[in-house]
């Protein structure tokens, strides 16, 4: 397939009338649209001379949290442990299979209509552990997006549970594709045995597989991990061998400047989710900091939103309000956090990914964007920030198939399914009400 009369940034400069050449689902040439027709007898997919930039990566969402939306919620949510108490866990524990993978479906089209072609999924079902991440692996296949999956370990329901959990991460860890990867899931530190912790070790050594989990989101993390341990969250997963180059380590909030060593030493990802922290209430990491020792820091929605233009610009005001300086965190330190999104997903799913180059994968997005001052590749980053967002976007290619056409998913009926969502949601809030009861 060529792709022809794109917009781009090529050579550091805004070109248009461009082509890409796509085959078997990688990017194999770019250049002029004129000259590479003459060129290739293949079939040309015009893109009317939108702008073409890679798909977004989410290195962090629970699709799991999709029914949260609009739900009331009667007991007290005044603190990040409440919130878990009688929202989060109320919720995971009344989902069931039919309402597990309708809540990916609709997360994972709102994240393609976004312009997210790749998701790192944390997932939490206690009603329905076996099978849960082929459910969701099924639904991100139909839909044609790349997907890392992981199911949260924890010990809040006991241990078979706990069992059944690692199990569904291994099985999950075992069947590694260029679509699809697994993580071994765990909730946080302070809900996990070191009984559970030493069995995961067991796992990850046996699948070589890294960890997704919640570090120090809230203090509470922290404070209950030294009551149990006596010791804080980052040396205890040190302990039991847990991290390393493909740990995921989520929020890293309220660390210890001996904790950020410890996570730079390892190579271990950081995922930044400035919206969700912020309607927790729960802080927020030093990303500036961790930037400037050019530690690893992604980005992730933490299932708040499916828009990761959204989170950019979240995270690109957060840390100024915060430190009250207007030079914190500039539009080219946020893009950063995007750039280091496709490098952790190049690394999972075994593909390069992250540019519109050849020999990387052909995941991009075509948008509709009017730039009305000059744009080159050092100004992009503004740009991006001030100028773009998700309603712009128009097209998604995943693996060099064409999933979202003019605003529309290509795949599956897109209305149908958010009418049954609808109709699910209103049978899993019926349930959580007579928990919360």
């Known amino acids: 397939m060529l792709f022809t009369n794109l917009r781009m940034l090529y050579n550091g400069k805004l070109a248009r009338d461009m082509a890409i050449l796509v085959e078997e689902g ?64 109320k919720l995971d524990s009344v989902l069931t299979p039919e309402a597990v993978e309708y809540s990916a479906r609709v997360s994972f089209i709102e994240g393609i209509k976004h312009g997210t072609t790749t998701f790192f ?23 044609g997006i790349r997907a890392n999956l992981s199911y949260e370990i924890t010990d809040r329901y006991g241990d078979e549970k706990a069992r059944e959990a690692i199990r569904e991460n291994e099985r999950t860890a075992m069947k590694g594709s260029e679509m699809l990867s697994g993580s071994i899931g765990l909730h946080a530190s302070f809900t996990l045995s070191d009984e559970t912790l030493a069995k995961v070790s067991e796992v990850k050594k046996r699948t070589s597989a890294g960890i997704h989990i919640h570090v120090a989101e809230d203090v509470v993390d922290q ?32 660390l ?17 989710c400035p919206e969700s922290n912020m309607n927790n209430a729960v802080g927020y990491s030093n990303v500036p900091v961790m930037l400037s020792r050019h530690m690893p820091v992604c980005l992730g929605t933490d299932g708040f939103t499916h828009d990761m233009f959204a989170e950019a610009k979240c995270a690109h005001l957060l840390h100024k309000f915060a430190s009250r300086n207007p030079t914190t965190m500039p539009a080219v330190d946020v893009f950063k956090l995007l ?11 075994g593909v390069k990914l992250g540019s519109i180059s050849p020999g990387y994968a052909a995941d991009f997005m075509l948008i509709d964007y009017k730039n009305y001052t000059h744009m080159h ?53 019926e349930k959580f009400e007579a928990v919360n009861t």
């Open 26 to 89: 990688r990017i194999l040439e770019v250049g002029s649209s004129q000259e590479m027709k003459q060129r290739h007898g293949v079939s040309v997919y015009d893109c009317s001379g939108l702008l073409v930039m890679p798909g977004m990566v989410c290195a962090h969402t629970h699709t799991y949290s999709a029914f949260a939306r609009g739900m009331k919620v009667s007991g007290d949510t005044t603190n990040f442990p409440n919130i878990l108490k009688n929202l989060w866990w």
């Open 121 to 143: 999924d944390h997932h939490a079902s206690p009603g329905f552990i076996d099978g849960s991440l082929e459910a969701i692996a099924g639904v991100a296949k139909s839909l």
């Open 223 to 254: 404070s209950r991990t030294m009551e149990m341990c006596g010791m804080n969250v980052v040396a205890r997963l040190h302990k039991f061998e847990l991290l390393d180059a493909k740990s995921i380590c989520v929020h890293c909030i309220h």
């Open 256 to 272: 210890s400047g001996e904790e950020i060593d410890m996570l730079e030493k390892a190579s271990a990802s950081i995922v930044h």
């Open 339 to 349: 750039e280091n999104n496709a490098m952790l997903a190049s690394k999972f799913f």
């Open 377 to 429: 590749s050092q100004n992009f980053p503004w740009h991006f920030i001030f100028g773009m967002d998700a309603s712009q976007v128009k097209t998604v290619v995943v693996n060099g198939s064409v999933i979202l056409e003019n605003g529309k998913i290509t795949r599956v009926d897109e209305e149908k399914i958010m009418e049954q969502s609808i109709k699910i949601s209103e049978r899993i809030w």
